[in-house]
Structure formats: C-alpha cells, structure tokens
C-alpha cells in the first residue's frame, strides 16, 4: 500500500490546534494607520510597526508612485548584474548620514539582511554568541553560517563574559544581539555589550529593526541612544517598521560594505528592492530627520498609556478581580521594568515612578495561550487591533500593544477602559 507522503501535514496541524497554536492571517482594508479596516471593522490599531505613522502618508505615497513612473516597477535582475538604480545609491548614503556610518547596503528585506550578514561574517571556525532572545532572523543567520553558536541568557553580561572565555579557540567572533527586543520591547545594554566586544576581539552586530527612526535625538536607533555614535560595530536594520517600506540594511565601515558586496549570497543573488520601495525609505529617512515631533508625540504617547495603565490597575486594583492563573505571577512585564505583577488576585502595576520610557512596545503577559486568543479577540470586538503572540513565537504568551506617533489621548483612554471591562467579562 503506498502511502500519501504528504499526509503527515493534517495530524502535525491538528497538534498545532490543540495547542493553540495556530494562526490565522487577518485583512486590513484601508491605509496603515492608527485606524484601520479589519475584516471591515474599523478598529483602533495597537499591530502596527510604523511607529511613526509614515506607511500612509501621502509624501512617501507619491515617492512610490513618482519612482515606478520612472524607473517601473521591478529591479529586473541583481544590482552586480542588471545594474541599478541611482535611487539605491541615494538610500543607502542617507541611511549611512543617519547612522553616520561610513557605508551602508540596502537588502531586500531586514530577515535577508541579518542571514545574508551573519553568514558571510563567520564560517565553521567561527563562534557566535547570541542572546537567547535575538530575532529569528538573527537565530537562523547563525544556524546558516555553521559556526559554532552559544547562546547567553536573555541581557546577561556576566553569562555572556563567561561564554566568552574560551574566545580564543576560535578565529573570529561574532555577538548577535537584537537592540530593542522586538517581542519584549527591552533594550540590549549596548555600552557593555561594546565594552565585551572590544575586550575579546569580538565583533558585534546589532539589529536596529525596532529602534531606528524611534531612538536616539535624530532617530538613529539604540547606538545613538546610548552615545555610542562612531564606535566599530555592525548594524543592521529595516525599512519596514518606522520607515513605512519594504526592505533591509547593513550600516558600519566601507570596507564591511564592500566585502558584503562581494561575498553575501543574500545581497548577490537575488533582486534588487523595487524603485517604488526604495523611494519611499528614501522619503522616509528625510521625514524622520526633519520632523523629530514625530518621536516626541510617539514617546508622549508611550508615558501616557504606561500612566493610564498605572492609574487603571494600581491605584483601582479592586475594579478588577482575576484568578491568579489568569495573568501569570511568575511573568515578567519588562516594559513597566518587570513590576507588572499580580497580588492577591488582583491586576496590578507596582508602583515605581515610571523612568524614561524606553521603547514604543508594551507587552502584557498572559498565563496561556489559550487566554491570550481570548482576550485579543474580545478587544478585537471591542474595536482594538491588540495581538496576542504566543508559543512558540515566544516562550510565553502575552498581549503584544506597539503605539505610534499618530495615536490620540482618545485611543488610548478607550483601549484601556476597553481592557479593563474585556478582563471583568472574561473571567466567570
Ligand atoms: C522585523 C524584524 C526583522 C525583519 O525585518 P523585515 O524587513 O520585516 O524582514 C529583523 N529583525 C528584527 C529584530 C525584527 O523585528
């Protein structure tokens, strides 16, 4: 009897279900934006990487229209062997003014950028250092390159100087580190993790997805953040979240960008980013340095949310009543700097005075991922777009809120009068 070498993929599902796991793609029928048409409900958008609301504007809209004018729609081949476009020049020089790197080298999207980078970088010799939370691109750039890959605890310096010691039974050595944790919404402490590097000839690669346009007085990302403009390290980024495109970069020395160029198989062999998209970054950079408001209403937004949340659960603890299995005791909130925590019963935020906020991504731990789908589909029929991201995405399950600068006073004092009563109504 043959059988169906395809039919193992209904069972490895049906697992994938019970453990609610599965995921379900959902349609947006509008322009990005704080308010958005969900499945044709308009919806108040907590989902949305483009912090800065640049994804719809109409600046980067007719960029996009203007460069497809030009230059139509495709790339039509690899920049070494079609040729490219003057506009990929002009991008990757602005992304190396707003880094202030010497070079930078647009990818075709941040994932090619970080398995592309790390993979030509290090080899079989090699060692990779990486924490245990970095971006799955980051994690599968390593697995690709076959060096050898110790993971060190979540922003551990000390785990990670311990890896370190034996450095040099290796040629090269390469840390990996996300700088603002894109399920977590934590920073890397970056001045320390320069410090490592620099102490055991280590180089060290940073993923700017979250943090550029978003951190730093210009918006440069965690390495301006921390002062740390000009110092030898490799960053990487993307177009995709505060710059409203689509695509990837590497930033650091000329002589990276050129070796990149000539050996990383994920820049070479595949298609140059689309005029269109290279426009709109392009436009996209320009806005991002001229109109820092844009991040003064977006951190404006961050603090008043965390104080709404505060007043809500910490100072009326009582309005709401949960089981402890609910929300996890045990989880940490790092974005209200792990004080998020249940006490008898109830919902709380401990309360410390709220220190700068770090970064535009607030995270809500959530027992199970069972719970976690309930509560984003009440919210969602409610009118709020607030994922839950679950296993095995991340370790633990939590609702996953990113704010943009376009957000008003409004949407936030609806969504957490809205969390407030889903999280009464849910539990019996
Ligand atoms: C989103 C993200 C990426 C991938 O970028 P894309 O341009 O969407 O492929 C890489 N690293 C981190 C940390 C991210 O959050």
Redesign the pocket.
């Known amino acids: 009897m043959p059988t169906d070498p395809y039919g193992w993929m209904e069972p490895a599902l049906a697992t994938i279900h019970r453990a609610n796991w599965y995921r379900q793609v959902q349609s947006i029928g509008s322009r990005p934006g704080a308010l958005v048409l969900l499945e044709g409900q308009q919806v108040i958008n907590f989902a949305s990487n483009d912090y800065l609301g640049l994804a719809g504007d109409d600046r980067l809209i007719q960029a996009a229209i203007a460069a497809t004018q030009k230059y139509g729609t495709g790339s039509t081949g690899s920049r070494l062997i079609s040729g490219h476009r003057d506009l990929h020049q002009d991008l990757e020089r602005a992304i190396a003014d707003l880094k202030q790197t010497e070079a930078a080298l647009v990818f075709s999207?941040?994932?090619l950028a970080?398995l592309g980078t790390v993979s030509a970088l290090v080899g079989k010799r090699d060692l990779i250092l990486a924490d245990q939370y970095n971006?799955s691109?980051l994690k599968n750039g390593a697995i690709l390159s076959g060096a050898t890959i110790l993971e060190y605890a979540h922003c551990d310096l000390e785990n990670l100087r311990q890896l370190l010691e034996p450095r040099d039974r290796y040629r090269r050595c390469l840390i990996l580190t996300?700088s603002v944790f894109?399920m977590d919404g934590d920073l890397c402490p970056l001045p320390e993790l320069l410090h490592l590097a620099e102490q055991f000839d280590s180089m060290l690669l940073i993923?700017e997805?979250?943090a550029t346009g978003v951190l730093g007085k210009t918006g440069a990302g965690c390495v301006e953040h921390f002062g740390c403009t000009g110092r030898s390290l490799i960053q990487i980024g993307?177009?995709?979240?505060a710059l409203g495109s689509l695509?990837?970069y590497v930033a650091g020395s000329a002589t990276l960008i050129d070796f990149l160029r000539n050996r990383s198989p994920g820049w070479i062999y595949t298609t140059g980013l689309s005029p269109a998209d290279t426009a709109a970054a392009l436009a996209a950079v320009a806005i991002v340095q001229q109109e820092p408001q844009r991040r003064t209403q977006l951190w404006q937004n961050v603090n008043d949310l965390k104080h709404l949340l505060d007043q809500e659960f910490s100072f009326q603890p009582s309005a709401i009543r949960h089981p402890p299995s609910v929300i996890s005791s045990s989880s940490p909130f790092p974005n209200f700097n792990s004080k998020f925590k249940i006490q008898n019963s109830k919902f709380s935020l401990s309360h410390t005075p709220h220190p700068t906020p770090h970064t535009p991504i607030l995270c809500l731990p959530l027992d199970n991922p069972a719970i976690a789908i309930q509560l984003a589909r009440a919210l969602q029929q409610s009118g709020f777009f607030a994922p839950a991201v679950r296993p095995p995405t991340v370790p633990t399950s939590r609702l996953r809120l990113t704010l943009m600068a376009t957000h008003t006073p409004t949407h936030l004092e609806q969504f957490v009068a809205a969390l407030k009563s889903t999280l009464q109504n849910l539990l019996p």
């Open positions: 999207s941040g994932y970080n971006h691109s996300d894109s993923d997805a979250h993307t177009l995709s979240k695509g990837g």
